[in-house]
């Protein structure tokens, strides 16, 4: 059993659908991180960098204690070798999904991030802020539909990977963040044709229940002020 330390995120729902993907028996538990619950000791324990998601693999590979994992790139990577599915086995073609999980990580994740919070969220709207990740955002889905249009199928190539994985529920995001996939047509086509995938769907539906009003307390808890109270807490 996994337990998944969980919101209905961008970032928790590429391991929900990944664990619908492969079918591993899990259980939920939602962490409302608009109510502060990612500072919880318990969760502090297993997430040291107070974000969700995070796993507990009751079953770990190679066996043991639990395993306990976080940052997505990490467990994503970790599910795939547990089970031998969505990474392939050759040197070349694992190398390839790893590098487009990478660049999810490190790019697309975080300015589609810095996005949404510098246009939808930031109280102050900051009109450099704004296009700084706009122009960088805009920049990335010209990279994802470039290397699309190479592959023709998916993001690191004929198959199905954890690197869609990763990538799709960024995507997501596109209509409440102004972007229009007409503008990214091999996006638009793989957009559909992953999104069609019923495990796909089983995973976004995996906790719409924690789902709050945005307010003045969910801003203090995600925008730093908590976060300020742990520095230097041993
Ligand atoms: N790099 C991390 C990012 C995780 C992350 O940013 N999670 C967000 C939700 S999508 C979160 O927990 N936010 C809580 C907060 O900001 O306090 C990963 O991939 O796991």
């Keep these: ?125 900051i009109p450099y802020a704004i296009q700084r990740y706009r122009d960088e955002a805009a920049r990335l889905y010209g990279v994802l539909d470039r290397q699309l249009g190479n592959t023709g199928a998916y993001v690191a190539g004929a198959d199905y990977s954890i690197a869609d994985i990763a990538c799709f529920p960024w995507t997501m995001t596109h209509k409440a963040q102004g972007f229009t996939l007409d503008d990214y047509p091999n996006v638009k086509r793989w957009y559909a044709a992953v999104r069609a995938r019923p495990k796909v769907q089983a995973g976004l539906a995996i906790g719409k229940f924690v789902k709050e009003p945005f307010d003045e307390e969910a801003r203090k808890n995600m925008f730093g002020e908590r976060a300020k109270q742990l520095v230097n807490k041993q």
């Design 1 to 125: 059993m996994i337990d998944l330390h969980y919101a209905p995120t961008p970032n928790g729902w590429k391991i929900s659908i990944m664990l619908e993907e492969l079918g591993l028996p899990y259980r939920v538990i939602p962490v409302d991180i608009r109510a502060g619950e990612q500072f919880r000791p318990e969760f502090l324990a297993i997430s040291p960098n107070n974000r969700i998601p995070a796993i507990v693999d009751h079953e770990p590979a190679g066996g043991g204690e639990p395993f306990s994992l976080f940052e997505t790139g990490a467990i994503l990577i970790y599910l795939a070798e547990k089970t031998g599915r969505f990474l392939p086995q050759d040197m070349r073609s694992r190398s390839r999904v790893i590098q487009w999980v990478m660049w999810q990580m490190g790019g697309l994740g975080p300015m589609l991030g810095q996005h949404g919070h510098f246009a939808l969220y930031a109280v102050e709207k």
